[in-house]
């Protein structure tokens, strides 16, 4: 049968966690690298968006997205001049993070 998308969650969350515990094995001490492509191969496989790192960031967006769009408003109303370059900081602020973590992700 298929892979169900809960048992990918697990392997990649469980992938992760083994990553980040480090160790022995996942050194590539004989000078290939095939650990590394392997967890690269493994990753892509069960986490191709890398939902397990931007999960943390994606739970709290809302918050965040709000915050800015409130700051936004106030911008707008107190300082209309400014607002085209508090829009840019506000985007940045708010999706710098998930483009960081997705391009950092391992």
């Not at 707008?76 to 607002?83: S, T």
């Amino acid at each position: 049968g298929d892979i169900t998308p809960i048992f990918k969650r697990q392997t990649a969350v469980k992938l992760s966690e083994l990553r980040a515990k480090g160790g022995s094995a996942w050194r590539d001490d004989d000078g290939s690298s095939s650990v590394t492509e392997a967890y690269g191969t493994l990753k892509r496989l069960f986490d191709p968006l890398h939902v397990v790192e931007l999960g943390p960031y994606l739970s709290i967006l809302p918050f965040v997205g709000g915050a800015v769009y409130l700051a936004l408003l106030g911008a707008q109303k107190l300082v209309p001049d400014f607002f085209q370059y508090a829009y840019v900081v506000g985007a940045v602020l708010t999706f710098a993070p998930l483009v960081f973590t997705y391009f950092s992700a391992a």
